[in-house]
């Protein structure tokens, strides 16, 4: 599987889903949702990341002093809230005091801007990865639950490879200024076709481009 099998792929999927629209948000603002994203299902996230906006400003300067118990009754649909407002607080008064963070990450690699973002309390390799591809079109490949799922089912990883060795390979098939398209359409193919049970591969769009390994 190469280049021009993943281009196929990605067009399948956009024949089908539509156009991917990119996501207009700060990288602290990308930084937050994700971590609200953490073990817990899309709508719970979001619906969190939608009360703590309505609460406070989403910045280092505005969540850094704020009250442990505010933030958590903010987020509590998302569950594990008092762990998630400690980190919350913690990245925040770092971020803080740190106000040219991002424009530094910016200007570095993307293996520096990981290592960088990966310092920081919370940040494992996919939200660090959201945050560079999302924020700054960086060349790399956040990989969720659905993603190693569909992967697998493809053919381009077995249980015994970790994220990064999928990481690489899917940098590898997809188009580098595609990265984005092909993360967003991968989640959507897992959502609704590549479920975890009863995959729906008979109308599935890239039916004909899968090997189908259950």
Not at 3 to 22: D, E, M, Q, R
Not at 45 to 72: D, G, M
Not at 95 to 119: G, N, Q, T, Y
Request: glycine content about 4%; proline content about 6%.
């Amino acid at each position: 599987m190469d280049k021009s099998w993943g281009l196929n792929v990605l067009n399948a999927l956009i024949g089908f889903f539509g156009p991917v629209k990119p996501i207009e948000r700060k990288p602290f603002e990308i930084l937050i949702a994700t971590i609200l994203s953490q073990h817990t299902k899309d709508v719970k996230a979001h619906e969190a990341y939608s009360r703590l906006s309505r609460r406070f400003s989403i910045t280092p300067e505005a969540l850094a002093p704020a009250l442990l118990v505010e933030v958590a009754e903010a987020i509590k649909v998302a569950g594990l809230q008092w762990n998630r407002a400690r980190t919350i607080i913690e990245l925040s008064s770092i971020l803080k005091e740190k106000p040219k963070f991002f424009e530094e990450i910016a200007k570095l690699s993307v293996d520096e801007a990981r290592r960088k973002l990966m310092d920081l309390p919370g940040v494992g390799e996919k939200t660090a990865d959201i945050v560079l591809l999302f924020s700054y079109g960086k060349p790399t490949f956040p990989i969720d639950t659905h993603i190693f799922r569909v992967s697998k089912r493809m053919g381009l990883r077995s249980d015994k490879n970790g994220y990064e060795n999928l990481r690489r390979r899917l940098l590898e098939v997809f188009p580098e200024n595609r990265y984005f398209e092909a993360h967003i359409l991968l989640i959507k193919l897992g959502r609704e076709f590549c479920r975890p049970k009863k995959a729906k591969c008979d109308t599935c769009p890239v039916n004909a481009l899968c090997p189908k390994i259950v």
